[in-house]
């Protein structure tokens, strides 16, 4: 099914709406380039007319002391016109480079709001893809809109001088008796400036024609970009260095892929069109362009060799109808691109709008400080959106205040799920989640997640100082972000790092940053979770990248670390949850067994027994 064509009033509308939202996280932008705009449309027309003045008085009374104070006039104006010229650019350009980050903010706030079911979405990922590519290509989109503005706000204040500086032309009279009296006709006039604003109007539409082939192409020009954006430098990327050189990848990468990028080669869909129709048309708007600079001269000659005016208003004259109808071509172009541009537009809008449609609460959670929180699964079950399988079904499992709860299975069975569910970045299908016996989806959404910290399995840590990773924030308590480090473990890495907490991790952010193993950025992880003293400590697989000794330490001392909180855990290595007061076994999205590490494995029918027996047979001294 095609996509319904949009209407240049669809159009301007959104490249509006776009606008508006600049002004508003940039309320200095817009200021900045309108008054630059406006400066660089109308200062010419103050030399082009003094310079008409002396010209004129060159040609006429040849007064000095005229000549002299429009020379001294002209010097004092194009020092004036260059000092004001420099300092609004510099502003423009102040301005515009400060927007770059806010573009990016305008879908990070996005983003953050998100429903992250909708994060989590193919449809959504396209779409900020889609979003990301157009910006790449050409800056289609909200960049565009910035872009466009300039030019077209200096098209239009161009126009408005030049109707202004032109207007006599018209008006003058060819001396009576001269055999250019015609001119005089008002038929005559109309009829030339009938003719000039045809030529004006039919320019940029030959234009606009020869550039809405490239909008034609974008699903295959966003497409070159992303293949290029990726395979051109993957070599960049410090993590694929390894398998690049071990499986001599760089040839299949650089090679076999992009040479399949030929959007924008000789031999490219895109060239053959400039070769053709997209070649003809913008050489119409060549040709039309000059018939009416052509037009332009003659006219104005033939008025001032004919007496209507001076020598002098002739470069006025020429000058100035030559940027009217240049203003009027490029106002009439830049509209076409805004045309042009409200189709990506509609993309970015279509992102921007996604409503949120998870329940955000209105009552607040509880503040206790003895914790004593209880959660309930009643009957829950789950799919995925797009999804006929369940990945839950009918869970029930209340948590003991303070306990410590193991969730294992083999892979797929749930677990991950389960945990999504109580920290409710997911909605159940079927069934209730209850805090202290309420809904929690009657909760306020930012309070009730307060109460979790997660190390999830694939967590990520930031390049920022250590300190900052594990507090979350710049202003933070550095005895407590070190008492955590110490907790997880990271005791001894810190002494060794050369700037403490203020070590940056990783080098994109500073070049003494230093690199971190797996099992470092696990403890670093753990540290983090237990920075934020959440009622709920949740670790998805924690150690997974530790080494057995470091694994050991954090299971002896791991009741300490969790102090009074409810701490649940998820791990596929059965022997680290002995120490829990009770574990969950999940089987294909059911809880099908529970109870202690003693009354679990002694059940020989069950799934734990069977786990348990096919790990513990690699421990076991065959020999």
Same mark, same amino acid.
């Given at each position: 099914m095609a996509k319904n064509k949009l209407t240049r009033r669809e159009a301007l509308k959104l490249n509006y709406r776009a606008l508006v939202i600049w002004q508003r996280l940039c309320p200095r932008l817009l200021l900045s380039i309108a008054a630059s705009s406006a400066f660089q449309a109308l200062s010419p027309y103050v030399t082009i007319w003094l310079s008409a003045r002396i010209i004129n008085e060159l040609a006429?009374?040849?007064?000095?002391?005229?000549? !002299?104070?429009?020379?001294i006039l002209q010097l004092a104006s194009a020092a004036i016109l260059a000092l004001t010229e420099g300092i609004l650019t510099r502003w423009k350009y102040y301005e515009m480079h400060s927007s770059d980050c806010v573009h990016g903010k305008i879908y990070m706030d996005k983003m953050f709001t998100l429903d992250y079911v909708d994060i989590d979405r193919q449809y959504v990922f396209d779409l900020y893809s889609q979003i990301l590519q157009n910006n790449n290509w050409m800056s289609w989109g909200f960049r565009f809109t910035i872009l466009i503005f300039e030019p077209l706000?200096?098209?239009? !204040?161009?126009?408005?001088?030049g109707i202004c500086m032109t207007v006599s032309l018209f008006l003058s009279i060819v001396p009576k008796g001269s055999r250019f009296a015609v001119l005089n006709h008002p038929l005559c006039t109309l009829s030339i400036a009938a003719f000039m604003l045809l030529a004006t109007v039919l320019s940029p539409v030959c234009s606009n024609r020869s550039s809405r082939y490239w909008t034609k192409f974008a699903s295959s020009a966003k497409l070159g970009n992303r293949y290029f954006s990726f395979y051109g430098f993957i070599r960049d990327e410090r993590t694929r260095a390894e398998d690049l050189r071990t499986y001599n990848q760089h040839e299949n990468v650089y090679v076999h892929y992009l040479?399949?990028?030929d959007?924008?080669?000789? #031999? #490219?869909?895109?060239?053959?069109?400039?070769?053709g129709p997209m070649g003809m048309w913008a050489v119409c708007a060549k040709l039309i362009s000059g018939l009416l600079t052509g037009t332009a001269y003659l006219f104005v000659c033939l008025k001032s060799f004919a007496g209507a005016f001076g020598v002098g208003s002739v470069t006025q004259y020429i000058s100035s109808i030559t940027k009217l109808f240049q203003g009027i071509s490029d106002f009439l172009k830049y509209m076409g691109s805004l045309y042009s541009n409200g189709e990506f537009l509609k993309t970015s809008f279509e992102f921007l709008d996604l409503p949120n449609a998870m329940y955000q609460g209105s009552l607040t959670t509880e503040k206790r400080s003895d914790r004593r929180y209880e959660i309930e699964f009643r009957d829950v079950s789950f799919r995925y959106p797009g999804s006929s399988q369940y990945a839950l079904r009918h869970v029930n499992l209340k948590f003991r205040i303070g306990s410590r709860l193991a969730v294992v299975g083999m892979n797929g069975s749930g677990k991950t799920t389960f945990i999504k569910l109580l920290c409710r970045l997911y909605d159940p299908c079927e069934g209730q989640i209850l805090l202290n016996g309420i809904d929690i989806r009657k909760y306020r959404y930012d309070d009730y997640i307060n109460l979790f910290s997660v190390v999830f399995q694939d967590f990520r840590l930031f390049s920022l100082p250590l300190g900052e990773?594990?507090? #979350?924030?710049?202003?933070?308590d550095r005895g407590r972000a070190r008492k955590c480090l110490e907790q997880a473990g990271f005791s001894d890495r810190l002494t060794a790092m050369p700037e403490g907490l203020d070590t940056y991790l990783y080098k994109e952010m500073e070049q003494n940053g230093v690199d971190i193993s797996g099992g470092e950025a696990q403890k670093i992880a753990l540290a983090r979770a237990l920075c934020k003293d959440a009622s709920f400590i949740i670790l998805d697989e924690p150690t997974a990248a530790l080494d057995p000794v470091a694994e050991m330490e954090i299971y002896s001392k791991f009741n300490d670390i969790a102090g009074d909180k409810t701490?649940?855990?998820?791990?596929?290595?059965?022997?680290?949850?002995?120490?829990?007061?009770?574990?969950?076994?999940?089987?294909?999205?059911?809880?099908?067994?529970? #109870?202690?590490?003693?009354e679990l494995v002694a059940d020989e029918t069950g799934k734990y027994y069977e786990l348990w027996h096919a790990q513990a047979q690699y421990y076991v001294n065959t020999g």
């Open positions: 006429g009374n040849r007064n000095p002391k005229e000549l !002299l104070r429009l020379v706000a200096t098209a239009a !204040l161009q126009c408005l001088g040479k399949h990028i959007i924008y080669s000789s #031999g #490219g869909e895109i060239v053959k069109l400039a070769r990773n594990v507090a #979350g924030k710049a202003d933070y701490a649940v855990y998820i791990s596929h290595r059965l022997s680290s949850c002995k120490f829990c007061d009770e574990i969950a076994v999940f089987h294909e999205g059911a809880i099908i067994q529970r #109870g202690s590490h003693e």
